[in-house]
């Protein structure tokens, strides 16, 4: 092994931990509110910056992600920050939510434009906020929000071109977002490149990197599909044949995260996102890789 790559390792295992945030998705069962809640309390000792609580498609989980945000903060010391869609909802109703969240304490909005319900075109709401950009305006006139905003690596699928979705985004943040986080990639390129294009945009604003730990490998081709996000053969190799043991691909899904998150370290990044399916294991597990510990 060379001098120049073992400098490297060692300078990988040496760096001070990254800071973190988690995201979770809103209960649609008591029965799944309860082990929610056990990932909550699991994780909170972890210290995120901040944990955000998403929408379904379509606004289609409002109402709970809604109780779920004001939980997280009447509850626990973390800081919730809650999900805001465009999508099926006027102008006034998104106002009065946005209201009713800075009265009860919330600070940070993650403003999206939101996904139509599957099978079918996104259509702005007649009396709505036609897309992010418009929704970030909205809520910077309401009150002093922290907003965190989407950001794709791999560009948005319904975007015209790379170089469109880049200009999109600088919209989203000279309306007045504080930070971009992206959708989820396997191949760090993709967001170091990406990046890179950002800041020849004018772009300054922080950009923090979407990490996936992977549960379900299956499943992730599939979704991967329709956002936009490629997967690479080395990863289909790594989980061949982990169908039927959940212990390896726990491993494994481990092993990849904290791999990429080290790597992107290297390259100066100092901050994630974690999409943590509302497990706690596997994020807790690479959390202590990069050398964050439980308070």
């Not at 139509?116 to 897309?131: I, N, R, S, V």
């Not at 971009?180 to 604003?205: H, K, M, P, S, Y």
Request: aromatic share 10%.
């Amino acid at each position: 092994m060379s001098t120049a790559l073992l400098e490297g390792l060692r300078e990988l295992y040496t760096l001070p931990p990254p800071d973190v945030s988690f995201e979770f998705f809103p209960p649609k069962t008591a029965e799944v509110e309860t082990r929610l809640w056990q990932v909550i309390r699991q994780l909170e000792p972890l210290t995120p910056r901040f944990v955000s609580v998403t929408y379904g498609a379509g606004g289609s989980t409002r109402e709970r992600t809604h109780a779920t945000v004001k939980r997280i903060l009447s509850e626990t010391g973390l800081t919730p920050a809650a999900h805001l869609t465009c999508i099926g909802a006027s102008r006034q109703e998104i106002d009065r939510i946005a209201k009713s969240y800075w009265e009860a304490g919330v600070r940070h909005i993650v403003a999206l434009r939101g996904d139509a319900p599957a099978g079918e075109l996104y259509h702005p709401h007649p009396e709505g906020f036609a897309y992010a950009d418009d929704l970030v305006k909205g809520l910077r006139a309401i009150a002093p929000f922290e907003i965190s905003v989407a950001a794709y690596p791999e560009t948005h699928p319904e975007a015209r071109s790379p170089d469109a979705d880049i200009e999109h985004l600088k919209r989203k943040l000279d309306a007045g977002a504080t930070r971009a986080i992206t959708q989820f990639f396997f191949d760090n390129e993709f967001f170091l490149r990406f990046c890179d294009r950002a800041v020849r945009a004018g772009i300054t604003a922080e950009i923090v990197p979407g990490i996936l730990p992977v549960t379900n490998f299956a499943q992730l081709t599939k979704f991967s599909a329709s956002c936009g996000a490629s997967v690479p053969d080395w990863m289909q190799k790594l989980f061949e044949g982990l169908d039927d043991k959940p212990d390896q691909r726990n491993l494994v899904a481990a092993m990849i995260a904290a791999e990429q998150c080290r790597l992107l370290m290297l390259s100066g990044v100092r901050r994630f996102h974690f999409y943590t399916l509302n497990r706690a294991e596997l994020t807790e597990a690479i959390c202590h890789v990069l050398g964050i510990r439980r308070t």
